[in-house]
Each structure stands twice: as C-alpha cells, then as structure tokens.
C-alpha cells in the first residue's frame, strides 16, 4: 500500500488549492482515505475522509465543513482535497492517510501548504 501526497505551494490568503492523494491500495477493497493537516508546533488534525467503496461516503470534521471539500476519482486512485477560502491559519502540511476499519495504518509523505497574509 502505497499513498503520494501532492499539490502544496505558496499562495495568499482567500485562494483556493487543491491537494491529491494518489493511493495504491494492493488487494483492499474496503478502506477510507483521509486528509489530515500539522501546524507548527500543533497536533495533527483531522480533516475529512471518503470511504472507497459504495457510494463514497464522506465525513468531515465540524471545523472544516464549508471551506474543505473531500473527493475521489477511483479510475485513476486519486482522492483529492479542495480548498476555497485559505487563510493564514490553514498553514501546515497536509497529509493522507489510508484507514482500514477504526485505524489509519498508511500514510503519504505530506505536502506543505503556506498561505501569506
């Protein structure tokens, strides 16, 4: 199992990003990937996650609903993250995760994402 996070940069305040996942998932059938985010000196934080099987479901953390929007293209692997509305505080790296059942067992390298002031 395989995840590959990308699509960080630089930008200012109030645009928009859009980070991918690429997840190889071997022979899983029923998993979740999840996006998740680590400020400086912060605890990593829970975004949102999409279920891979079904209807995609998705859940979000209450302080990310609206601006945060959770996908997935299961053609080509890839779950992404949309992001509207970036402020400053939205600073961190941004990372996914593959959860089987309650535990998040895989995880990519993380891509950065600053927003300036």
């Known amino acids: 199992v395989q995840l590959q996070a990308c699509g960080g940069g630089l930008l200012p305040a109030g645009g928009s990003l859009r980070l991918s996942c690429a997840v190889s998932a071997g022979t899983l059938v029923d998993y979740a990937v999840g996006w998740f985010r680590q400020a400086p000196g912060k605890e990593r934080e829970f975004i949102a996650n999409?279920?891979?099987?079904?209807?995609?479901?998705?859940y979000y953390a209450d302080s990310m609903k609206g601006r945060f929007t959770i996908s997935r293209d299961n053609a080509n692997g890839t779950v992404y993250l949309h992001m509207n509305s970036l402020k400053p505080e939205d600073t961190a790296v941004y990372y996914c995760?593959?959860?089987?059942?309650?535990?998040?067992?895989?995880w990519g390298q993380g891509t950065l994402v600053t927003v300036s002031s």
């Open positions: 999409i279920r891979s099987s079904g209807g995609g479901y998705t």
């Open positions: 995760g593959l959860r089987i059942g309650s535990h998040y067992a895989y």
